[in-house]
Every structure is written in C-alpha cells, then in structure tokens.
C-alpha cells in the first residue's frame, strides 16, 4: 500500500529566507507525486506535480520540487519565502496519474515571520 | 471555469440526523472524489466514481455513509444517522482522465 511520510509537522520560517518542505513516500511502482497548498478555510490547490521526466518540477507560486528515487523523496522547495506563503502543505501520491485516488502525508504547516 | 461546487459551506446539525453533502464536479470531468479531513487522520479518500460508476467505496467508514452520483454534474453524500465523530471537513474533487484532480472549497460538518 502507498504510504506519504511529511516529517516536520510545523515549520517556522523568516519572510525571504529558503525554504524546503520534506515529503517521503512509500510505494513499489513508479509513483505520481504531487504536492497541494490549502490555506486557512480553503480547499486544496496544486502546486506542482511529477508523473515522468525530468526529476526537477517546477510549479506555481515559485514553488520547486525534486524527486529523487533512490531516496524515495519528494521535497518541495522556494529560494525566497514571501508571507502569502503560510499555509499549510500537502505531499500526496497516486498509483496513476490523477484519476487514481491520492494518498496524502499528515500535511506541514508552514509560518512565516518577519 | 467556476471550479468544483460544493455545499454547504458549512453544516451544523444534531446527532442522528441526516446530512446531505452535494458536489458539483467541474464540465467535462470523469472522475469525482469524496475525501475526508480530520485532525487525528488527516485527509483520506472515502469513495470515488469515474463516469458516475462508484470504482471504489472501502474508505467508506460504516454504512451510515452512502454516495451516489446520478449524473456527470453531480453527486451526493449522505451520512444517516449523523453522530459527533462524523464531524470534518468534506472535500470533493474531479478530474478528466489523467490530469490533475481539482479541490472544492470543501464542507465543514459539525454534528452536535
């Protein structure tokens, strides 16, 4: 069964520092990673998503991830955090594509300080 | 586009009522998904359709919950009776083949 570890539960970060956004995942096949924002009282939206291909993925709102295979990870990243980006964030994975059902890590919540 | 269409928004209701949740799924979507968020167990998949077929309900906590989804444009859930655990916020999402799978703003169940 797939299974999505997010180890950092909370992360506090300063407006303008980098930030990386840990994600792990468990499953046999190739997986599909995706990587989802939902802020407070919203619903969930895609940052970015890997099926195939180049490992370094680029998304919306500056937002970069890498998956590495031998590592089994999927970490998100962003040079520069602004202080629209609290939030907190999802790491999910799909047996296919995205009309598979997605499995999701526990989320990290992300705050953002001056 | 005007997105996944839930509602309510919000719910508030007494234990042992009944409660229905709707969803309408973004034109031209074929599958539609019903997940659940909590604290204690975060966001997990209840059941989901593709062209309005019910592919897999095993997250489906207990037979108090039932969904159907009578046509492309919509879908119901339904949880009778209503009890306190049931509380959380209930996303609905849709996709057209392979692509991305599109969040509502999600329905947030308070059962009393």
């Known amino acids: 069964a797939q299974s999505v570890t997010q180890p950092d539960i909370h992360i506090t970060v300063s407006e303008g520092a980098s930030l990386e956004l840990r994600c792990n995942y468990s499953y046999g096949a190739t997986p599909y990673l995706f990587w989802y924002v939902q802020s407070p009282g919203q619903g969930l939206q895609l940052l970015l998503k890997y099926f195939s291909g180049d490992t370094l993925v680029q998304g919306i709102k500056g937002f970069e991830a890498e998956f590495k295979r031998s590592q089994s990870s999927f970490n998100l990243r962003k040079p520069s955090v602004h202080w629209s980006d609290a939030a907190e964030y999802f790491c999910a994975v799909a047996r296919n594509s995205g009309n598979t059902p997605l499995v999701f890590g526990k989320g990290t919540r992300l705050s953002v300080i001056a | 586009d005007a997105g996944v269409i839930q509602s309510p928004r919000h719910e508030v209701t007494e234990m042992g009522q009944e409660v229905t949740l709707r969803c309408k799924p973004i034109?031209?979507?074929?599958?539609l998904f019903w997940y659940r968020q909590t604290m204690m167990r975060g966001l997990e998949l209840l059941i989901y359709?593709?062209?309005?077929?019910?592919?897999?309900d095993s997250g489906m906590p207990e037979d108090r919950f039932s969904a159907k989804m009578p046509n492309a444009s919509f879908s119901t859930l339904k949880i009778q009776p209503s009890e306190p655990r049931d509380s959380a916020v209930y996303f609905c999402?849709?996709?057209?083949?392979?692509?991305?799978?599109?969040f509502g703003p999600g329905t947030r169940l308070t059962v009393l």
């Open positions: 359709f593709n062209n309005n077929v019910p592919i897999d």
């Open positions: 999402a849709s996709t057209r083949d392979t692509d991305t799978q599109y």
């Open positions: 034109s031209g979507h074929n599958s």
